[in-house]
């Protein structure tokens, strides 16, 4: 392809060329800060960057995506990819050029150079949002990807990462979002207490998953549940429809006592087997699909 998203007649061959080596240096921090770009690889990634892309030129915003770069193999298995990167600086490349680019082993034939995606915090929660996931010194990058992937599959507002969280434009982290990285609004470097004050300020509740909290999860939707079918008489710990920021730590430590003391309650997830605990992946996924499943209303009839 060439700067039009048309195939060119000769592919990109050199993995020691200049232009290669720059893209690569997107796999390290120092290099995403300087130029405000990261990579993302793989067909999903790639088709949901190119899809926000396109949504933004036509709103008249400027795009996401800077430059893609693929395989002939890729473009025959995905013929989209040529009307999708119509406009975009795209180019044809060997495996072998793919692969110095990449940070994978075995690259998928397709990387994209994107601009950061970021928005503030202000700009959150000025939009009213009722769902949203507040990871507070989550250090692994798949683990912060796969939290913001099931926040974008539970219908969450956004995704909102302490200051001392994980790069979440490091490539591991991006590849564990499965594109959801482009599809809800996400907030870096937020100061936690700041956060709180802000939320409560605009009505929203917040709750901490916790293992070792007093309020069990279970028993709060059932609580939720009984009061919608009673058409609201009834009572519960926290009424899970309710606009909510959840806050999930560190993997290995979990939340603070300075962060579980900012929550309205402290929630657990029950363990039934021998687990000794869930993963924060797992754990996250349960307690927003909890406050999504609330938020839908009760079923139909």
Same mark, same amino acid.
């Given at each position: 392809?060439?700067?039009?998203?048309?195939?060119?007649?000769?592919?990109?061959?050199?993995?020691?060329?200049?232009?290669?080596?720059?893209?690569?240096?997107?796999?390290?921090?120092?290099?995403?800060?300087?130029?405000?770009?990261?990579?993302?690889?793989?067909?999903?990634?790639?088709?949901?960057?190119?899809?926000?892309?396109?949504?933004?030129?036509?709103?008249?915003?400027?795009?996401?995506?800077?430059?893609?770069?693929?395989?002939?193999?890729?473009?025959?298995?995905?013929?989209?990819?040529?009307?999708?990167?119509?406009? @975009?600086?795209?180019?044809?490349?060997?495996?072998?050029?793919?692969?110095?680019?990449?940070?994978?082993?075995?690259?998928?034939?397709?990387?994209?150079?994107?601009?950061?995606?970021?928005?503030?915090?202000?700009? @959150?929660?000025?939009?009213?949002?009722?769902?949203?996931?507040?990871?507070?010194?989550?250090?692994?990058?798949?683990?912060?990807?796969?939290?913001?992937?099931?926040?974008?599959?539970?219908?969450?507002?956004?995704?909102?990462?302490?200051?001392?969280?994980?790069?979440?434009?490091?490539?591991?982290?991006?590849?564990?979002?499965?594109?959801?990285?482009?599809?809800?609004?996400?907030?870096?470097?937020?100061?936690?207490?700041?956060?709180?004050?802000?939320?409560?300020?605009?009505?929203?509740?917040?709750?901490?998953?916790?293992?070792?909290?007093?309020?069990?999860?279970?028993?709060?939707?059932?609580?939720?549940?009984?009061?919608?079918?009673?058409?609201?008489?009834?009572?519960?710990?926290?009424?899970?429809?309710?606009?909510?920021?959840?806050?999930?730590?560190?993997?290995?430590?979990?939340?603070?006592?300075?962060?579980?003391?900012?929550?309205?309650?402290?929630?657990?997830?029950?363990?039934?087997?021998?687990?000794?605990?869930?993963?924060?992946?797992?754990?996250?996924?349960?307690?927003?699909?909890?406050?999504?499943?609330?938020?839908?209303?009760?079923?139909?009839?």
């Amino acid at each position: 392809m060439n700067e039009t998203g048309r195939p060119q007649d000769l592919p990109l061959s050199n993995p020691r060329a200049d232009r290669v080596r720059d893209v690569a240096k997107l796999a390290g921090r120092p290099a995403r800060l300087r130029r405000g770009q990261f990579l993302a690889e793989g067909p999903q990634a790639v088709r949901e960057a190119l899809r926000l892309h396109q949504r933004r030129i036509v709103a008249g915003e400027p795009g996401v995506v800077h430059e893609v770069f693929a395989s002939a193999s890729c473009l025959d298995r995905y013929p989209e990819f040529e009307e999708l990167s119509e406009g @975009v600086s795209a180019w044809l490349a060997t495996d072998d050029v793919l692969a110095a680019m990449a940070d994978t082993v075995n690259p998928q034939g397709i990387v994209a150079v994107c601009g950061f995606v970021d928005v503030s915090l202000s700009e @959150v929660l000025d939009a009213g949002p009722r769902l949203v996931a507040v990871l507070c010194q989550v250090r692994d990058p798949g683990n912060a990807g796969t939290v913001l992937r099931a926040a974008d599959a539970a219908g969450a507002d956004a995704v909102i990462l302490t200051a001392s969280s994980v790069d979440i434009y490091n490539p591991k982290a991006v590849r564990s979002t499965a594109g959801s990285l482009f599809h809800l609004p996400v907030v870096l470097g937020a100061d936690v207490e700041e956060l709180v004050a802000a939320c409560r300020s605009r009505g929203m509740g917040v709750l901490a998953a916790d293992g070792y909290g007093q309020v069990n999860l279970d028993r709060l939707q059932d609580e939720n549940a009984a009061r919608r079918l009673a058409g609201s008489t009834g009572t519960s710990s926290y009424p899970l429809e309710n606009p909510t920021a959840w806050l999930f730590g560190n993997e290995a430590q979990g939340l603070s006592e300075a962060e579980l003391a900012l929550a309205d309650h402290r929630v657990a997830v029950p363990v039934y087997g021998a687990a000794e605990s869930l993963n924060l992946g797992t754990a996250a996924t349960v307690c927003l699909y909890a406050s999504a499943r609330s938020q839908q209303g009760p079923p139909a009839d």
